[in-house]
Structures are given as structure tokens and as C-alpha cells.
């Protein structure tokens, strides 16, 4: 048993969280504190001082993944927390709760397929556990542990089972909730305590324009720098009288394990291997070298990891992550950042080369995937869960159903030429359509080139912002053979982009954009390296340009006439962006969803004011608001002024007096009585929502807001841009609200 004293900030947590559970009517109780906090320490201590003062009372510690998460805060609340009671899945499956117990389970072996923990069987199963609790006089009190990862509609329904009055949920990036409490602990307390370090630095002293010469490599630059820095992290360690050995992290793209022998032979060129004890590899299927690993003295200088390490793993000694990518497409992460951000010995040294870690990386948007995994701090985001008694509702959407699943590859060639032609103006002049493609965008070099940032950030929240670093860009000479996978990847993904075989999408490539193509369709005329660095250069654009030209091309085909017809299901959980800084900040009584907040955000006014009146009207049995693209919504197809078939994603369906409506809310009419609906096919959109309606034996009608009366009105099958159209009528009348 170890003793260890809070710091201020984790002594003020505890105290925030004390009075948090104090607060009656509040379930939900938001804990935020970054990675190197000490949040376990401060839960564990909370939980520990909790019972004392609270008799008849279980904790239940719920956490997610493959990572042991569960048992190493178990064994954190077992070393530093006095005459602790904890227990895990196993303890309970065996003599379930008691008062006073610490349980500590990993939530999805619960909800994983084949559990046989919830299962009715001879033994004790776990629900059972549960009401036997229940019965004795027991209250269980919820802490969800990394809250943002994982959390599906089952581990909710896990959660329900306990019934708590009081649901503790803990990440350091947390989904928000405006209906709960907040206690946060700010980065710059855990920084000013000297747990985590003062800087994060990328790319440190990168220059700004890079050109790698023949038989250098973007793996060997950033491996090399970062082991210079690893070697000058440890001289300025050991000339502090410390025995910290610096750890490099080297993230692999999450999707392949092609980088790992190219990482293991360059650092066993340099005498670096799992041999000698210095080299370490944790992946899903292979973990060698990792015993002691996280010990401050410990041997091994590098470990190769992916994403899956990134929750829970505290290694205070890493100092450096080498974030490598195999294609573009490959996202950046933000969570392994935090395993780099811990002190090695829980204080800062007054060395800005000690106190900072560093990231290498040739990734050009990590800025973009750091603001992804913090989220967007305009609109905050929190996920919902359907309500229970909708589970089973179902109806029949449409579908388009075109002549063929299959893209001819002749069209296919034909249509990306014409759509090439037409959006830049080219014609049989290779070398002038060259120029014109150039003007717009795209980029013809003789070598590969990329771009990277380079500078400094205090926080995660200041990676936010690319305008803080510096660009490098950095180039390197084209070779077919060791570039040629990445060309064959880029193909496949501008094919996969616009549905075309790989092979059909290598063809129409070489047949517009290469040299020898057929003369009526070559736009370019490009030899082999040109055309590999064209395509490598200009990924994004091309895929962008083929999309377009085969929609075009899907709509120039003849639609079959029929439509495809599919169940439809409200979807059983639903991540919702909303106005956090709204001042009121109230949660819907009707809404599908469970805890969904009238401050949702963005929404249209019309809709505003249509959901704050299923609000307030006794009518309204429950409503629920519909996506506006993607299979998982409901959709009704509609034919456009051309005769096209397209889809239409009406706004809400509607239960009213245990009537189904199908809902469409368009922009209203102005205080002069002129239309500010903006959507052209509205009127087509009415007439297909009247067919279904009446086929499938429900009512649909268009909403709008009239703002000269300040009151909704509503269009039972049919839609008129005049306000004064007898169609439209208040929509209490429409809807009688008694």
C-alpha cells in the first residue's frame, strides 16, 4: 500500500465532484480532465472518501476496449486507497455486490457477442446480481470511464441496469451534455502542477522546404530526427543526476501493418532490435519486448504501436511520438498525443527541452484531425439513445432504382472526359489544357510533394489553429517501383470514390490523362513518371472531378421508373450537435431520443418553432427529426422538373393522437407575405409525399412559419408559394390540440 498526496487542482476535483452528487434532480455529472491528470487517482479517492460517509451503497467503475482498462484502475484504487473493498466482473459473476465494494468492469464484455454474463443460465447471471443488490437495500452509483470511446446503445443499456440516481462520466475529450453538471479540470492547472509538459512541439527545426534525394526516404527523415532528439533528451537528462531514458513512440497507420518491417530494419541498422532488449512492438497480433517497459530506466529506446494503445497507457518516460502514414487518406489522431504529454517524474525540470514533447510527422492536416477529436467548439456534441418504447417503429422508405448496379466503363470514359472538358475549358491542345488545369488547381511536378507544419503549441486546443505553424513543404524524386503502390492506392481510392472498378479507374486514367491514349479522349498526354506524380499530387482533386462526372453521367442515364422500397427504423443512437452557450438549455419531453436538447443546433427557424410547438401540444404523441442524406434515414423519391429520379429527406415524422405524419418545414413568408422558400422542387416534393402518403396509409403535409402572424401553418398534401392559398391553414387547426 503506497501513499501519494494530491496535488491543489486534484483535491479541488474531489471536492467539486462531492458537491456535484449533492445536487438533487441531476443525473448526469460531466468529469473533464486531461490525460496526466491523475483523473483515475482523483475518481478513486472521490469513490473511496464517498462510502465512508454513504452506507448501503455500491460504485460501479464501467470502462471500454481491449486495453485491461478496467484492471489498471482497479489495481490504482487498490495501491492508494486504504482498506479498499474492489471487485471485478468475475468477483460479482462469482458472490455478487456488497455495501461498500469498488466494481470495476469492462463494459464490453458485457455487450460483446456470446457473453455469457446477462445470459439465463443455471448460474447467477449478472442482472440477477443486479436486483439481488436491489433487494438487500443496495444504490449503485455509475462512473463511466473514457465516456467518449465506444459508447453504444448497448453499454447505455448496461448503465440503465443500475438504476443510479448519480452517472459520473469521465474522458478528457467528453461529449457534452447541457442537462448535466460540470467539474473540468483545466490543462494549464495540470501543466502549472508539473505533471504534463509545457509544450508540444512538431516538427521542431524543420526547414521550410525539404527535398529528399535518391534512396532517402520521408520514414528514414522523421526516424532520424527523432532519435537525435531522443539521444539529446537523454544527454540533458543524465546531466540532471536522472536516469529517465526517453521513449519514442512510432504510430503506424491504424489500417496496415506494411511500415513495420521498414521500421524495424532501419532501427536495426542502428544496433536497435528486439534482440538486443532496445526495440519493442505492440500491435493486436504482436507484442514483444514490452515487460517493464513503462519503468523510467527502463532498456528500449522505441516501440512501434497503433491507435489501440492509446487509451489508458501511462508511460511517463515517452517523450516522442513519430506519427507515420502510409496514403493520404490516412486521418490523424489526437489521443496518442496524450501519452506523450505525462513528466517522467512529476515536476518540470525549468528546461523547455525537458519540459516540451515532440511529434514528427509528414501528415499535412493534423491541425484539421485535432480539431475533429476535440470537436468543434462552436457547437458542442453529445450522443442519444432512442427511447425504448420506439424500437420496434418501423415504416417503408423509397429508394431510387436505376437500370443497372453496374457502371458501363465506356460511359464511365466517355462522361469523366466530357465533365473534364467542360468544367475548364479543354480541348485537343495537350499542352494548353495543361496551363488551364493548373489555373484551377491542380499540380504538374516532376516529383512527389506534400506539405507539413512545423512550430509550437501550449495545449491541445492551441493545435487547433494551422495559422500558429509554420509550412514545410517537402519533395521527393519519383520512382515507379517504390511509388507504385502508392499510385495503384490513390487509383483504387478515386474509383472507390465514384463506384468504378479499380481497374476501370486505372484505364480512364491512362486513357485521358496518359501519354499514347486514344487522341479523341486524351486531355494530357503525360509519360509514366508524370503521370504517376500527377495522380500521387493531385488525389483529392481527382476524385473530386471523377465524383462529379459520374453523377452527372448517373443522371444523364434513364431511371427504371420503379422504386426500391426498404424497411425503415429510427436509428437506435444519434451523435447531436447543439448550442452549449444557449442560456436556456431544456430537454425535449417528445423527441425520439432520449435528453434531446431544444438548443440543437443548426436548424432552420421554421424548425425551431415547429418542435418548440410538439412541445407544448398534447397532441403530439412523439416526434422525430430526420437526416437529411444517407441510407440509415427515411427518404421518399421524387421526380426533378427533368424526370430524374431523386431523393427526398423529409424534415420530422410525427405521431398525433397515434396518427403517423410525414413532415416537410420550409422556409416560411415574411412580415411583407412574400415566400422564402428556396428549394425549387418543393412543389414535386409534395406531390411525391402525397403518393406515399396515400399508399402507405399516412398523412403528410408541408409546415412554414408565417411571420407577419408570428404562427406555423401547414399544407395538408400539397404546396403553394402564396400565402394566401386556402391550403394553408393555422396548424392547430391542422392539428387539433385537443
Known amino acids: ?63 471500454p476496449g481491449k486495453g485491461g482498462l478496467e484492471e489498471q484502475s ?59 443488490a436491489f433487494n438487500e437495500g443496495l444504490a449503485f452509483k455509475v462512473v463511466v470511464d473514457e465516456s467518449h470511446q465506444n459508447f453504444t446503445e448497448k453499454a447505455d443499456e448496461i448503465v440503465e441496469l443500475f438504476r443510479a440516481d448519480k452517472i459520473i462520466r469521465a474522458s478528457a475529450t467528453p461529449l457534452e451534455d447541457p442537462s448535466a453538471l460540470k467539474v473540468e479540470v483545466s490543462e494549464a492547472d495540470v501543466i502549472n502542477a508539473g505533471l504534463i509538459k509545457k509544450l508540444i512541439q512538431i516538427n521542431p527545426d524543420f526547414p521550410s522546404k525539404i527535398t529528399f534525394k535518391k534512396g532517402e526516404s520521408q520514414l528514414g527523415y ?53 534482440e538486443g532488449g532496445m526495440f519493442a512492438v505492440w500491435l493486436a497480433d504482436r507484442k514483444d519486448n514490452l515487460e517493464g517497459i513503462v519503468e ?32 493520404m487518406d ?76 453496374t457502371r458501363d466503363p465506356v460511359v464511365a470514359l466517355k462522361a469523366v472526359g466530357k465533365h473534364l472538358s467542360g468544367k475548364y475549358k479543354l480541348d485537343s491542345d495537350c499542352a494548353a489544357n ?47 517501383h517504390r511509388h507504385g503502390r502508392a499510385f495503384h492506392h490513390e487509383v483504387g481510392e478515386i474509383g472507390l470514390a465514384c463506384g468504378l472498378q479499380y481497374e476501370e479507374a486505372r484505364t480512364i486514367i491512362l486513357r485521358i490523362f496518359g501519354e499514347g491514349g486514344d487522341k479523341k479522349e486524351c486531355i494530357l498526354s503525360l509519360p509514366p513518371k508524370k503521370l504517376y506524380a500527377f495522380v500521387i499530387n493531385n488525389e483529392r482533386k481527382l476524385k473530386e472531378d471523377f465524383t462529379e462526372a459520374m453523377a452527372e453521367e448517373l443522371d444523364l442515364r434513364e431511371a427504371s421508373g420503379r422504386v426500391s422500397e426498404k424497411e425503415f427504423h429510427i436509428p437506435h443512437e444519434w451523435i447531436c450537435t447543439y448550442n452549449g452557450k444557449a442560456k436556456v438549455q431544456t430537454s425535449s419531453e417528445k423527441n425520439a431520443y432520449k435528453d434531446y436538447p431544444m438548443s440543437v443546433a443548426p436548424r432552420s427557424t421554421g424548425e425551431v418553432s415547429f418542435e418548440k410547438w410538439c412541445e407544448k401540444t398534447s397532441a403530439v404523441d412523439w416526434v422525430y427529426r430526420n437526416g437529411d442524406k444517407g441510407d440509415e434515414y427515411f427518404s421518399i423519391v421524387y421526380e426533378a422538373n427533368s424526370g ?29 407575405g412574400e415566400s422564402e422558400n428556396i428549394d425549387i422542387y418543393a412543389p414535386k416534393k409534395a406531390e411525391a409525399m402525397k403518393a406515399y402518403c396515400a399508399k402507405h396509409k399516412l398523412r403528410g403535409a408541408f409546415v412554414c412559419k408565417d411571420e407577419s402572424e408570428d404562427e406555423l401553418f401547414a399544407f395538408e398534401n400539397g404546396f403553394s408559394e402564396d400565402v394566401d392559398d386556402p391550403g394553408w391553414k393555422p396548424i392547430d387547426m391542422l392539428f387539433p390540440n385537443h
Open 434 to 480: 495543361q496551363k488551364k488545369m493548373e489555373t484551377a488547381g491542380y499540380l504538374f511536378k516532376d516529383d512527389i510533394w506534400r506539405h507539413t507544419q512545423s512550430g509550437e503549441a501550449t495545449s491541445l486546443e492551441e493545435m487547433k489553429n494551422a495559422a500558429a505553424f509554420n509550412d514545410v513543404a517537402f519533395s521527393m524524386a519519383i520512382d515507379t
Open 74 to 132: 482497479k489495481a490504482k484504487m487498490d495501491l492508494y486507497c486504504h482498506n479498499a473493498s474492489t471487485k471485478n466482473l468475475a468477483d460479482v459473476m462469482t458472490g455478487g455486490f456488497a455495501a461498500g465494494d469498488a466494481v470495476f468492469i469492462n463494459w464490453e464484455k458485457l455487450t460483446k457477442k456470446g457473453s455469457n454474463a446477462l445470459k439465463d443460465s443455471e448460474r447467477t447471471n449478472f442482472k440477477e446480481w443486479v436486483q439481488k
Open 296 to 327: 523510467n530506466n527502463a532498456k528500449q529506446v522505441a516501440v512501434v504501436i497503433k491507435q489501440a494503445v492509446a487509451t489508458g497507457w501511462d508511460c511517463p518516460r515517452a517523450h516522442i511520438l513519430v506519427k507515420l502514414r502510409e496514403n
Open 644 to 672: 430524374k429520379q431523386k431523393l427526398f429527406y423529409p424534415d420530422y415524422i410525427v405521431s398525433i393522437k397515434g396518427e403517423v405524419w410525414v413532415i416537410e418545414v420550409k422556409g416560411g413568408f415574411n412580415t411583407s
Open 330 to 405: 490516412e486521418r490523424f489522431e489526437i489521443q496518442t498525443i496524450g501519452r506523450i504529454r505525462r513528466m517522467p517524474e512529476a515536476c518540470h525540470y525549468e528546461d523547455d527541452l525537458l519540459d516540451s514533447c515532440y511529434l514528427y510527422t509528414f501528415d499535412e492536416k493534423f491541425t484539421e484531425g485535432v480539431r475533429n477529436s476535440l470537436g468543434n467548439k462552436a457547437l458542442d456534441a453529445r450522443r442519444l439513445f432512442i427511447r425504448a418504447e420506439l424500437k420496434k417503429f418501423k415504416l417503408i422508405k423509397e429508394q431510387r432504382t436505376m437500370v443497372s448496379d
Open 222 to 274: 522523421l526516424l532520424e530526427r527523432a532519435l537525435e532528439k531522443r539521444e539529446e533528451l537523454r544527454t540533458a537528462f543524465a546531466a540532471k543526476g536522472s536516469a529517465v531514458n526517453p521513449l519514442i513512440l512510432v504510430q503506424l497507420p491504424n489500417s496496415s501493418d506494411a511500415l513495420l518491417k521498414d521500421v524495424e530494419e532501419w532501427f536495426a541498422a542502428r544496433q536497435i532490435d528486439c
Open 1 to 63: 500500500m503506497e501513499t501519494i498526496e494530491l496535488r491543489g487542482f486534484q483535491s479541488d476535483a474531489i471536492r467539486d465532484l462531492n458537491a456535484a452528487m449533492a445536487v438533487r434532480g441531476s443525473r448526469d455529472i460531466i468529469f473533464k480532465s486531461p490525460t496526466g491528470s491523475g483523473k483515475t487517482i482523483v475518481l478513486t479517492h472521490f469513490m473511496s472518501e464517498y462510502m465512508k460517509d454513504n452506507a448501503r451503497m455500491v460504485f460501479v467503475w464501467l470502462t
